[in-house]
């Protein structure tokens, strides 16, 4: 993906000046809606974790700091404009999250988000490394937004089902073969209802349920999935703590998936 990395340079070798406040946002006309005709959710679902989770920036942002980033990105974003987020740091150098489309891939057209997070150092740093800068891309298809490793296809599918249904609800859930999209609420239900799957995957199909529940609009439904999960990690005694983090993901998804609901 040679036109992906020199599109990632471009986006980080000029100096650009930052203003007093702490998020500057970088970006031309706003339109009433996606120019691409990407479902909200889909966006939502992968840049809220990659832009802000990957990179701790959740640490520092609000919610509504985080929406900010998103509205912008979600409404202006078109092939001729990229959008560009500046977010102040006390030491180093400022994060940059990018935003940019690129048309006629070996996939079709894509959606890059760059960052200059360095996966290795865990910091920002002021040019990006090819290397372990983080930056994702994801294959614009219909009103799906699909993350390449998400591309689908007969061995993925197979590879997803050994690894647990929990593995496999992801698969459909998220990638390109719209014909896999009604096969995800029976596989939840038959996770959440099975006596041999382990608390783990449960927690999962609960996230996925939310998730399910986000996806066809139904907010009320979502919340209610949000607090079984919260409810059913609290008091699990085999679930190791750490998993909190896909608790806190979860709220922060609902947050911004709420937050556009109001907006429109």
């Known amino acids: 993906m040679n036109k992906i990395t020199s599109i990632l340079i471009v986006l ?5 000046p930052i203003s007093q406040n702490k998020i500057e946002i970088q970006k031309g006309e706003t339109f009433s809606e996606n120019q691409f005709g990407t479902d909200i959710f889909y966006f939502v679902h992968h840049t809220f974790a990659d832009a802000f989770y990957m990179t701790d920036l959740y640490k520092q942002l ?3 700091e985080m929406f900010g980033i998103l ?10 404009q990229k959008v ?3 977010i102040k740091q006390e030491d180093g150098p400022d994060a940059r999250l990018a935003f940019n489309i690129i048309l006629d891939t070996n ?3 894509i959606l890059v988000l760059a960052t200059n997070f360095n996966s290795k150092t865990r910091v920002f740093e002021k040019e990006i490394d090819k290397h372990n800068s983080i930056y994702r891309w994801y294959a614009l298809k219909k009103d799906k937004l699909v993350y390449r490793k998400d591309l689908y296809s007969k061995e993925l599918e197979n590879e997803k089902r050994k690894e647990g249904n ?3 609800i992801d698969f459909y859930l998220f990638d390109d073969n719209f014909k896999n999209d009604k096969k995800v609420k ?3 239900d038959e996770v959440l209802n099975s006596e041999s799957e382990s608390d783990v995957e449960k927690l999962y199909a609960y996230l996925y349920k939310g998730e399910y529940w986000l996806l066809n609009g139904d907010l009320a439904k979502a919340e209610e999935s949000l607090k079984e999960m919260e409810n059913f990690f609290n008091s699990s005694e ?14 922060t998804e609902y947050e911004m998936m709420k937050r556009f609901s109001e907006d429109n």
Do not use: R
């Open 62 to 64: 609000t919610d509504d």
């Open 84 to 86: 560009l987020a500046i």
């Open 107 to 109: 996939i079709g057209d």
């Open 71 to 80: 509205e912008s990105a979600y409404y202006s974003v078109t092939a001729e």
């Open 166 to 168: 929990y593995s496999l």
């Open 12 to 16: 980080f070798i000029t100096s650009l």
């Open 238 to 251: 085999s679930i190791p703590k750490g998993y909190s983090l896909i608790l806190k993901m979860a709220k």
């Open 186 to 188: 029976p596989l939840i």
